[in-house]
């Protein structure tokens, strides 16, 4: 069946008309979050799990400064397609207004089911990633560690070391191994294991 776009959330003035008693914008359907930094793979990660092209891919980091509502027909859920953060040629006061924006959505979605954390698995989490994963940890709202491009490890040694480095970062934060999965948009099953956790 069909996967739609709903609608967009550009400013924090918009959430009490769009976001009421659990319903936004009139639909009940839980909400996952796509976060991570720009580039990281979100919107690419969101077409590859709705198996539409629906939300838009950049090659220019730093575009997307809403976000993104789209109905993920299949799973019966509300994806949101969030902007990205980690872009340092972004001025300060459009870094405030996204902080303001998330800030003001996250505590307004009382239907958020979980949180997907991309991480791009060639560097791992940096400053900025781990910073997001406490921000959510601290709000209490179910994460989904997800390292994307696994396609650009090209060895299985390769793949081992940055396991392991990454899971010796993450395990300062409560994360092992079965908390992780890991994707290539061009790799089919990563996508189809990633689509059965998130049911
Ligand atoms: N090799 C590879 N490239 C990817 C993968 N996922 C996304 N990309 C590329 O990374 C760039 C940024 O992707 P995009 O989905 O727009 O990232 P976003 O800014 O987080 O939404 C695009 O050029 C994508 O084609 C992947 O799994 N493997
Ligand atoms: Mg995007």
Redesign the pocket.
Same mark, same amino acid.
Do not use: E, M
């Given at each position: 069946m069909a996967s739609e776009y709903l609608i967009t959330l550009a400013d924090p003035g918009q959430i009490p008309t769009l976001l009421k008693r659990g319903f936004l914008n009139g639909r009940s359907e839980p909400r996952i979050a796509?976060v %991570? *930094?720009?580039? @990281? %793979?979100? /919107? /690419? =990660? $969101?077409?590859?799990l709705l198996e539409q092209k629906i939300? *838009? @891919?950049?090659?220019m980091? %730093? #575009?997307?400064k809403s976000i993104h509502f789209f109905l993920w027909q299949d799973q019966r859920k509300i994806v949101a +397609?969030l902007p %990205?953060y980690g872009f340092a040629k972004v001025a300060q006061s459009e870094k405030n207004a996204w902080v303001r924006l998330l800030d003001s959505y996250f505590s307004a979605d009382k239907a958020l089911e979980c949180v997907l954390l =991309?991480f791009d698995s060639r560097h791992g989490p940096t400053d900025q990633d781990l910073e997001a994963l406490e921000f959510f940890a601290k709000k209490g709202i179910p994460i989904q560690i997800v390292l994307? #491009? $696994? +396609?650009?490890l090209k060895t299985q040694s390769e793949r081992a070391k940055r396991k392991r480095e990454i899971l010796e970062v993450l395990s300062a934060f409560g994360v092992d191994d079965s908390d992780l999965a890991w @994707?290539? @948009? #061009? +790799?089919k099953k990563s996508i189809a294991m990633l689509r059965e956790r998130l049911k």
């Open positions: 796509f %991570g *930094r720009s580039n @990281v %793979g979100k /919107s /690419s =990660l $969101i077409n590859s939300a *838009r @891919v950049s090659s980091p %730093g #575009k997307t +397609d %990205g =991309l994307t #491009k $696994i +396609d650009q @994707v290539s @948009v #061009k +790799d």
